[in-house]
Every structure is written in structure tokens, then in C-alpha cells.
């Protein structure tokens, strides 16, 4: 299983961004898909997740009201909308699978992507 990650950049604070990962080799509809971060010098973070069918999602406080995880079961591709970005949401960027339903902790993750990195500017 492969996953392709894009979408990064530099925008400015309240910008906004649209990440993209793309799962290849594996049965996409069978996992549940998540976004985490790490910046420099900091743990992976989680920042949200999505169960198999889209109708389920997660989010850690800081990303509640601005971040929105979604998938297409048909593109096999899942998304992470990031709006009103702020300095300290640079990171860079990975999805993550997982057979079931998503979880909170990078160590229960089967598959990663390469990362990719979204630089907010102040």
C-alpha cells in the first residue's frame, strides 16, 4: 500500500490550504484514513481522522472549527481542507491508514505517506 501526499505550500496567516493523499495497492475503502503533523523538534501529532465511509470523523481540539477530513471512496483519496491557518499550524503534513476505524496515536498505522509540508507565514 502506497500513499501519496500533497497539497503543501506557503500561504499567509488565514490562508487557507487543501491537502490531498492518494492510496494505491490496497483495498481503500477498508481503512480508515488520518492526517498528522510534525513540526521541528515536536512528536507526531494527530490532527483528524476518517472511518471507511466518510461518516465519521475525528478531530483534535486545535483543528476543530477550522480543518475538515473528507474522503472519495472512488478516487481513493482522502483530503484535509485547512482554513484561517495560523504560524503555529506549520508542519509538515502525513496521512496515514489503517485497517478499521481511525485512532489517535501514530503507532496503531499500518501505511504512511511521504509528508508534505505547509509552511504558514505570520
Known sequence: VQLQASGGGLV???GFLRLSCVVSGGIFSR???SWFRQAPGKEHEFIAGINWSGGSTVYTDSAKG???ISR???KNTVYLQMNLLKPED???YHCAARPGPPREYSRYYSYW???TLVTVSS
Open 72 to 74: 472519495d471512496n472512488a
Open 90 to 92: 506549520t508542519a509538515v
Open 113 to 115: 505517506g511521504q509528508g
Open 66 to 68: 477550522r480543518f475538515a
Open 31 to 33: 481503512y480508515g484514513m
Open 12 to 14: 499567509h496567516t488565514g
